[in-house]
């Protein structure tokens, strides 16, 4: 069975840092791109950020580029997601996806909660 | 800042059939930009249901289908039932240098 279990959401004050991370089981992990996606509170989704399956490629939306680092450890088949300056408009729910091909999130965690507070 | 349009909200009768569509701010939504469309229901993470334009996923009703419709990315749902209410997002892939995929803002199902 596919599972994506999320954790390290947290409050957080306005220009910290967090570091949230995504255990994953049920299929060859290095063997997948994986993404963040975020959704703000009563709000859409947002693509954050996805890291191909050797971890060379990287890529960020314009808002947390700089800002955020994506990562995995595929011993370990967990994937990260380092927010370092973080702002108000980062509070929300951060779910980790398989991307089994061009955008097809066809697995995804339950999400953890971020909330930056001024 | 590419922008990916959907209608905001749509109803349809239970037993209906209705068609969500997705368009973009660079020009014509074609194959290439792989329309995915996830369902969403409160208190949950979304779900996957068509790739690549009209690919489903394994756990995805008939009753969806997927498609292009002039120049816009489409999902209908036939014979609708009341489990269908839901946010629907359609998520496009732009590729280039920075490789970005953009959302659209959701359509608001409801089933009446």
């Known amino acids: 069975e596919v599972q994506l279990v999320e954790s390290g959401g947290a409050l957080v004050q306005t220009g910290g840092s967090l570091r949230l991370s995504c255990a994953v089981s049920g299929f060859t992990f290095s063997g997948y791109w994986l993404t963040w996606v975020r959704q703000a509170p009563g709000k859409g989704l947002e693509w954050v950020a996805n890291i191909s399956p050797d971890g060379s490629r990287r890529y960020f939306v314009d808002s947390v580029r700089g800002r955020f680092t994506i990562s995995r450890d595929n011993a370990k088949n967990s994937l990260y997601l380092q927010m370092n300056s973080l702002r108000v408009e980062d509070t929300a729910i951060y779910y980790c996806a398989r991307d089994a091909t061009f955008g097809f999130l066809d697995y995804w965690g339950h999400g953890t909660l971020v909330t930056v507070s001024s | 800042q590419t922008v990916v349009t959907q209608e905001p909200s749509l109803t349809v009768s239970p037993g209906g059939t209705v068609t969500l569509t997705c368009a973009s701010s660079t020009g014509a939504v074609t194959s290439d930009h792989h329309p995915n469309w996830f369902q969403q229901k409160p208190g949950q993470a979304p779900r996957a249901l068509i790739y690549?334009?009209?690919n489903k996923h394994s756990w995805t009703p008939a009753r969806f289908s997927g498609s292009l419709l002039g120049d816009k990315a489409a999902l209908t749902l036939s014979a609708v039932q009341p489990e269908d209410e839901a946010e629907y997002y359609c998520f496009l892939y732009y590729g280039g240098a920075q490789l970005n995929y953009v959302f659209g803002a959701g359509t608001q199902v409801t089933v009446l």
């Open positions: 690549s334009t009209n």
